[in-house]
Every structure is written in structure tokens, then in C-alpha cells.
């Protein structure tokens, strides 16, 4: 895995885990325990697919804008 692709996933995971904090800090009044449990496994599932789906780059686009996927693989044969 590529630093830029682990930076993503990583920003990603934060940025869930800061979301569910933020709701846990200010705690809304129809946030109960049970729906507490169901918007974490939500906003963890959503942070864990926009890591590996949305934010990673594609094959086609890493290769046209002429990424370090490509040089890489180049310099390796």
C-alpha cells in the first residue's frame, strides 16, 4: 500500500471517529444509547468504505495523471 493511500484511509478513519465525538460531546436530545451504538457502526462503516472505495485512487486516473503507482512499477522491471 501507498503512503498516499494509507494517508487517505487514515484521514478518513479520523474523520469518523471525530464525527461520532462531536454527536457523542453534545449529545441531542433524541440521541439515545441505542441510537448512539447504531450512528457509531454507521459513521465507522462509512469512514471504512470511503477509505477503500472513494478516496483511493482508481487504476486508470493513478495512470493517466501520471502517478508514483506508475513510476514505480516502471522502475521495478
Known sequence: M??????SAMSA????TGMRAWLNTHQ????TP???KVATALILSLGVLAAGSHMAPNPPVAQAAGSGHEYRSQASR
Open 28 to 31: 441531542p436530545r433524541w440521541m
Open 2 to 7: 501507498c503512503m498516499q493511500c494509507m494517508a
Open 34 to 36: 441505542r441510537r448512539m
Open 13 to 16: 478513519g479520523a474523520a469518523a
